[in-house]
């Protein structure tokens, strides 16, 4: 398995603009996590997903942010309208119930100008 | 409510010296815990957790249940070791995990 698969890896766009951050996790794995890491929060978390339903949003910052998981295998992050405090790296994470690690992807690095 | 607590964002050593990085938690139930690390630009990556009781690149962690701590420890720190480094708890269920707001450890040579 090639791990957890984010897309793309580095995004730049203007304030204003809808951003869409993509992740696939490992085959298998049932709970998918979505991370925003910035030097002065550390690493957030921001929407976690079990057996594709979303469980707890309580992370998410506000209505501009929203997350889906339509299948095991996939799931979006849209910013829609995206603003300069949202630049951040944004991390996927997936884990199995039978598997107590969770497993990272390598982030999508996001510059809103 | 469940918070892991990282009280240090940046630790400086020299090469050789120990190094503790500290973490403290709040759970209600059996917390299970990890050390995550984060070297530049790369994803995070478990570095060990607790039920395995296992050192791990020279480093070592103990859960201490009544401090409500999981330091990590090396007793002589390497320059490879300079990361980021994150304390995480997950729910009994292992199905929801928190995170610590990192410490950045330098080591200098």
């Known amino acids: 398995d090639a791990g957890v698969i984010q897309s793309p890896r580095h995004e730049v766009t203007e304030m204003g603009q809808e951003v869409t951050l993509r992740c696939k996790p490992i085959s298998g794995h049932n709970s998918l996590f979505w991370y925003r890491q910035t030097m002065m929060r550390g690493l957030e978390l921001l929407i976690y997903f079990n057996n594709n339903v979303p469980i707890d949003d309580s992370g998410m910052p506000e209505d501009r942010f929203s997350a889906k998981m339509p299948n095991a295998s996939f799931s979006t992050l849209k910013i829609q309208p995206s603003e300069p405090r949202d630049s951040a790296v944004y991390f996927c994470?997936?884990?199995?119930?039978?598997?107590?690690?969770?497993?990272f992807g390598q982030g999508t690095r996001l510059t809103v100008v | 409510a469940q918070r892991v607590t990282q009280p240090e964002k940046l630790l400086s050593v020299f090469k050789g010296a120990p190094v503790e990085l500290k973490c403290n938690y709040s759970?209600?139930?059996?917390?299970?815990l990890f050390w995550y690390v984060q070297y530049s630009r790369q994803r995070l990556q478990l570095l060990l957790r607790?039920?395995s009781r296992e050192s791990i690149k020279g480093f070592t962690a103990d859960l201490n249940k009544g401090e409500t701590s999981f330091h990590l420890k090396k007793p002589f720190a390497q320059e490879e070791d300079s990361a980021m480094y994150y304390c995480?708890?997950?729910?009994?269920?292992?199905?929801?995990?928190?995170f610590g707001s990192g410490t950045k450890l330098n080591v200098k040579p």
């Open positions: 995480a708890l997950s729910s009994y269920n292992f199905n929801k995990f928190y």
């Open positions: 994470a997936s884990s199995s119930d039978r598997n107590t690690e969770a497993f």
């Open positions: 759970y209600s139930g059996s917390p299970e």
């Open positions: 607790h039920i």
